[in-house]
C-alpha cells in the first residue's frame, strides 16, 4: 500500500443470499483526503459497495485492507475499523425520544466512553459549524429533512471518522433543503475530509469530486476526473446514463 493510501480494495465480489452477484470483481483504491463520487444506474450496487467498504455486508472473497490492516471473508474483528469509517444514509435515523444533543453523544458516551463535558463541547462546536446549535435541545420531529440530516452528518463526524461514506444523504429532501445539506460536504471536502459519496446531484459531483466512479450491473466501468467523465466520457454505457439525467431533470 502507498504512503498516501487510506484504503485498497481487490477483487471484491459480493452476492446475497438470493444469488446474482452485485458486485463483480471490484478494485479500489482511496487516496487520503481524496473525495470520490460514485453514481451509476439504480441497482447496480452502489450502496452495496458502501456497505462493504464500511464492513456492514460480508464480503463472498476479496481483500479490503484499511490502512496496515487486511480484512477477508474471514475476518472477525471489524468493529474497531467500522468506527473509523462513518457513514450517512439517505434516512437519518435519529432516535425520535432523544433530543439532538442526546442523539449526538449517545455513540461517544456508550461506545467511546469518552468524557462527556469533552464531547458536548466539541458537539456544540460541530452544531454551530451547520448552523443548528440552536437546536441542541430540541427533538428531531422539531427539524426539518435538511436540518435532520445534518444533524446525522454531525453525529457521524463525533466519532472522528478517517473515511466518511455518504449514501445518497439528499434523495429524500425537497429541493430548497439539498443545498444547505450539500454545503456542509462540500466545507468538509475543503477541509480534507477522506470521502465516497454516492449521489444522483450531478452539478455537486462535478463540483465536490477529485474522481468519479461510474458503476453498472457491479462492476467499475469507468473511473475519471470529473471533468472528463461529464464532458467526454469513455464508454457508451456512461453516455447513456448520463443523458437519462439530462432528459429526467427537464
Ligand atoms: N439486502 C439485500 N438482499 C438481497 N438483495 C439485495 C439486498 N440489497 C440490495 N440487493 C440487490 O443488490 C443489487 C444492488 O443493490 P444496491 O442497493 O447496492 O444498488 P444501488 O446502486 O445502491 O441502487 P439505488 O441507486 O437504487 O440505490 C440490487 O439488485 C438489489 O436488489
Ligand atoms: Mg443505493
Known amino acids: 500500500m502507498k504512503q498516501q493510501e487510506i484504503l485498497k480494495i481487490e477483487s471484491l465480489k459480493k452476492s446475497y443470499e438470493s444469488g446474482q452477484p452485485v458486485l463483480k470483481d471490484v478494485f479500489f483504491t482511496l487516496e487520503k483526503g481524496e473525495v470520490v463520487v460514485v453514481v451509476g444506474p439504480s441497482g447496480c450496487g452502489k450502496s452495496t459497495f458502501l456497505r462493504c467498504i464500511n464492513m456492514l455486508e460480508p464480503i463472498d472473497s476479496g481483500t479490503l485492507q484499511f490502512k496496515d490492516q487486511v480484512i477477508d471473508r474471514n475476518s472477525r474483528d471489524v468493529y474497531e475499523i467500522r468506527q473509523k469509517i462513518g457513514m450517512v444514509f439517505q434516512s437519518y435515523d435519529l432516535f425520535p425520544h432523544k433530543t439532538i444533543m442526546g442523539n449526538i453523544l449517545l455513540a461517544p458516551l456508550k461506545v467511546q466512553n469518552r468524557d462527556k463535558k469533552e464531547v458536548t463541547a466539541e458537539a456544540e462546536k460541530l452544531l454551530e459549524r451547520v448552523g443548528l446549535l440552536d437546536k441542541r435541545d430540541a427533538?428531531?420531529?422539531?427539524?426539518?429533512?435538511?436540518?435532520?440530516?445534518?444533524?446525522?452528518?454531525?453525529?457521524?463526524?463525533?466519532?472522528?471518522?478517517?473515511?466518511?461514506?455518504?449514501?445518497?444523504?439528499?434523495?429524500?429532501?425537497?429541493?430548497?433543503m439539498v443545498r444547505e445539506v450539500l454545503q456542509v460536504v462540500l466545507e468538509l471536502a475543503k477541509d480534507g475530509m477522506t470521502m465516497v459519496i454516492v449521489t444522483h446531484e450531478m452539478e455537486f459531483a462535478k463540483a465536490v469530486a477529485d474522481r468519479v466512479l461510474f458503476m453498472d450491473q457491479g462492476v467499475i466501468v469507468e473511473e475519471s476526473r470529473p471533468e472528463e467523465f461529464f464532458t467526454s466520457p469513455k464508454t457508451d454505457r456512461a453516455k447513456q446514463f448520463l443523458n437519462t439525467f439530462h432528459y429526467e431533470a427537464i
Not at 453525529?155 to 425537497?174: F, G, N, Q, S, W
Open 139 to 176: 427533538y428531531p420531529r422539531q427539524l426539518s429533512g435538511g436540518q435532520k440530516q445534518r444533524v446525522a452528518i454531525v453525529r457521524a463526524l463525533m466519532m472522528h471518522p478517517e473515511i466518511l461514506l455518504l449514501d445518497e444523504i439528499t434523495a429524500a429532501l425537497d429541493p430548497e
